[in-house]
Structures are given as structure tokens and as C-alpha cells.
């Protein structure tokens, strides 16, 4: 099994390629890389040497984008974090979770796509990658990886990266937060390519 540093440097590989190899389609710039969650910070400081080396080493820009703070932000310029308290105290958390998935997907809301979109409206498909991290702050329920990646789709050519916490479930589907007691409902199959390791 190849070590962390070992798939990083498959995917920085793939990413320095012309034409980019992350993607079996041309209009899917997308990839995983998913590492065991337990290894959560030992992955976020080599992804942040892996950025350095894309900017130094090959003239590309990284943006990094934290789920966790999108999902933060539209908590807080919707309903607002007391209220969101307020309704897990009085009605639990898994219907408090279904409203958090509804401010994030409702056209009435600020919806967790067009949050991303906006976020990279003026990144250079040529230069910048942009980095997905923090995508536990999405558990164990709140918003499907798979629903946000389908929806990004033609919506824009600069290559993303999604740095997934889970285990690899066969070549396609990928188990969340390595949620065993969760049945298939962790389970998730991508369309795209899936780097990284168990």
C-alpha cells in the first residue's frame, strides 16, 4: 500500500499533466483524494505542501475552500446559529440536520452550490486547482459530497480536488467518515476519478 506522501504525489502527477488526467471527461474536472479520517491532520499539512510544490514547481495556483466554513456561513445568514440550537434542543438532531440540509440545498436559501460557484467565479480554469478540505463538518448527514460534486458539473472547467475523510467501498463508491453503523447511507457512488488509500 502506497503511503500518503506516495498518493499525493500520484495525484500531483495527474494534476501537472497536459492534458490534466484526473478526469475521464472533459467537461468533469473533478477528483477525490480520500484518506482514513483518523488521519485528518496528518493529510491537511501534506496537502498544504502539496500546494506549495503545484505553486512553486509548476506555476499553478491553489485555492483552498473549506465546506465547513460555507456550511457555517450559510447557517449564519439564514436562520442563525441560536436558532438552529433552539431546534435541535427542541426537536433533536435529526431534524434539526434535515433544515441544515434545507438551507443549504433550497433556491429559497443560499444553496451550497451556487455558495461554491461564487467562491471560484474568477479562478483561471489554465491556472488555479482549487482544494476541497474539511468535508467532515458534512456529518454525519448534513450534505451528500456526491450531491455537491453532480452539481458543479458544467458549472465551471477549473479542476477541483475534494478531500474526503472515508474508505474506499470497491472502485467507484466511498463509505463517509468510515461510518459503519450508517449501512449504506455513507455510501456514495462517485463519477470521478478516486485517488488515495486505505
Known amino acids: 500500500m502506497l503511503s ?5 504525489k500520484t495525484l500531483e502527477e495527474d494534476l501537472t499533466s497536459s492534458p490534466l488526467r484526473i478526469s475521464a471527461y472533459h467537461d468533469l474536472p473533478f477528483a477525490i ?16 505542501l502539496l500546494a506549495i510544490s503545484l505553486e512553486q514547481n509548476h506555476s499553478k495556483k491553489v485555492i483552498f475552500v473549506s465546506l465547513a466554513k460555507i456550511l457555517w456561513k450559510v447557517i449564519r445568514e439564514t ?3 441560536e ?6 434542543r427542541q426537536f433533536g438532531f435529526e431534524r434539526t440536520q434535515q433544515t441544515v440540509f434545507k438551507l443549504l440545498s433550497d433556491a429559497d436559501f443560499m444553496p451550497f452550490p451556487d ?13 488555479d486547482i482549487v482544494f476541497l478540505v474539511r468535508a467532515g463538518a458534512l456529518a ?16 465551471t472547467m477549473v479542476p477541483i480536488i475534494l478531500f474526503y ?6 472502485k467507484t463508491d466511498l463509505r463517509f467518515m468510515n461510518m459503519q453503523d450508517r449501512a449504506n447511507l455513507g455510501i456514495y457512488n462517485y463519477r470521478v ?6
Open 193 to 198: 476519478k478516486i485517488y488515495g488509500g486505505n
Open 33 to 48: 483524494f480520500h484518506y482514513d479520517p483518523w488521519d485528518e491532520y496528518l493529510c491537511r499539512r501534506h496537502v498544504r
Open 83 to 88: 436558532a438552529i440550537i433552539s431546534e435541535e
Open 140 to 155: 454525519p448527514n448534513i450534505y451528500r459530497c456526491s450531491v455537491l460534486l453532480d452539481s458543479m458539473h458544467r458549472r
Open 4 to 8: 500518503l506522501e506516495e498518493q499525493l
Open 165 to 170: 475523510p472515508g474508505t474506499a467501498e470497491g
Open 115 to 127: 455558495q461554491l460557484q461564487n467562491q471560484m467565479k474568477n479562478l483561471n480554469p489554465e491556472k
Open 79 to 81: 436562520e442563525g446559529l
